[in-house]
């Protein structure tokens, strides 16, 4: 069993890049602890892996519609924040989420933070579908009271083998082999531990153990923020798992340099003919109320009604008739999603900025619907402030609102380059933005 941590504290989040620690609390807005912001309430909803069925997805929308700002905001990690919403909802958003089996366990809803390869099975890629991995690890970690103890920044990771979410700095990651095992890394460390595919979750869970276990003499949230990056851990996590009867053996693997992407926008055929699958990015990561009733109704009357949110602010629908998947998908995009990766919002993404955040300098929304121009190589962030809420990892143009006007990096693997001031008005931005993405990419 995981070990129990005392109830976090109430404080501020510590700005982006610093290190989180017990003593600061544990800020991270949930489903059941709403965040206060300029707009209103905010809640984050936890998506293990984005799996969402039809009923679910309509159910958010209208916790959306009736109680929030209409729309349905995607975050890096796959998972739901509704924004907008009134001081006096919690009662009744619970009730709706509970009712659509959103939140299986109240005690551990802000640990349910599970990414998954959006296309696993799906595409005939990855050494496996993940599938039975990440209901095996959610149902692990709902049943297990210690877990309770993880923070609301703790990240599984569920790779299929292809490398796409092995990127996104998980604090316990899966990675799938082609001789059926399973790779359990901890941290970022390239020494990573070989257990049985069948055993996965369960060792998993008991890497977060071993974490918990660690961060009760530390203070940290994520393996990142113990001392020296967690040195040291990955021993304890074999001791523990040995412990456990589960064969064990090191390994050294290298995560994938570089960019770190998602499923294209279009049509993703698979191995088999008779089924095809929908890719959809929302502009800016939020769907309107038109928007993700288009995604709902794809999946209910087109696919196999499920849908799957990725960490990169898409969509995907599975199981649509070939035949069928054109007209399906120039649905989607008149509707407004991205269904192109020539579409000029390809990779283009933004924090909520003004007025929603009140550290934003600017409306970056705005900032970004009147600056952008053609799809670039590279994807770029658009932030109102120097914590960067939401940002993606790996190479990406960073575009940050200062003072004294906005900055334009370029950002390889958390290494920032020199900034180039962008000149005043959408024209300015927009000629610094697209010399960035086409430039360095």
């Known amino acids: ?13 510590a700005p982006s890049g610093a290190p989180s620690h017990r003593g600061r609390g544990d800020a991270c807005p949930g489903a059941l602890r ?32 009736g109680l929030g700002d209409g729309e349905v905001h995607l975050t890096s990690r796959g998972n739901v924040q509704l924004r907008g919403l009134g001081p006096e909802c919690g009662g009744e958003l619970a009730e709706r989420l509970g009712a659509a089996g959103l939140l299986p366990s109240a005690r551990h809803e802000r640990v349910r933070n599970i990414v998954a390869s959006p296309l696993s099975g799906l595409d005939g890629h990855g050494a496996r579908d993940v599938g039975t991995w990440l ?7 709902c049943a297990d ?26 604090d316990v990651s899966l990675l799938a082999r082609d001789d059926t095992s399973a790779l359990l890394r901890v941290g970022a460390a390239e020494t990573v531990l070989r257990v049985p595919g069948a055993l996965a979750p369960r060792a998993a869970l008991v890497a977060a153990a071993a974490f918990l276990e660690r961060a009760s003499d530390t203070g940290a949230w994520r393996v990142s923020d113990l001392p020296s990056g967690g040195d040291g851990l990955l021993d304890l ?30 049509i993703v055929t698979g191995p088999s003919s ?17 928007q993700w009733r288009a995604l709902v109704d794809t999946a209910r009357h087109e696919g196999r009604g499920e849908l799957r949110l990725t960490p990169w602010r898409g969509v995907v629908v599975p199981g649509v008739e070939p035949g069928r998947a054109a007209k399906a998908l120039d649905a989607l995009g008149a509707a407004g999603l991205v269904v192109s990766p020539d579409s000029p919002w390809t990779g283009v993404g933004a924090c909520i900025g003004r007025p929603g955040c009140a550290r934003s300098l600017a409306d970056v929304r705005a900032d970004a619907a009147a600056a952008v121009g053609a799809a670039g190589p590279l994807p770029v962030y658009w932030s109102g402030c120097e914590r960067r809420c939401g940002h993606p990892r ?6 940050v609102a200062t003072p ?6 370029v950002v390889r693997d958390g290494e920032r380059a020199e900034p180039v001031p962008a000149a005043d008005g959408p024209d300015g931005l927009a000629a610094a933005v697209a010399a960035a993405r086409r430039d360095h990419g």
């Open 404 to 409: 004294g006007g906005h900055l334009v990096h």
């Open 237 to 266: 996590v074999a001791e523990r798992l040995r412990e456990a009867g589960v064969d064990v053996a090191a390994a050294e693997h290298r995560s994938r340099p570089g960019r770190c992407d998602g499923p294209g926008s279009g």
């Open 145 to 170: 009271d210690g877990a309770a103890g993880l923070s609301g920044r703790f990240l599984f990771v569920l790779d299929d083998g292809r490398g796409d979410v092995d990127a996104l700095g998980g």
């Open 34 to 65: 709403l965040h206060r912001a300029d707009d209103g309430a905010l809640a984050r909803i936890r998506v293990p892996g984005g799996l969402l069925t039809a009923a679910q997805a309509d159910a958010l929308g209208a916790a959306a519609n």
């Open 394 to 399: 790996g190479t990406w143009v960073d575009v």
């Open 135 to 141: 209901s095996g690890l959610d149902a692990l970690l």
């Open 1 to 13: 069993m995981l070990a129990a941590m005392p109830p976090p504290a109430t404080s501020s989040p």
């Open 274 to 290: 008779g089924s095809a699958t929908l890719s959809a990015g929302l502009p800016l990561g939020r769907a309107t109320s038109a």
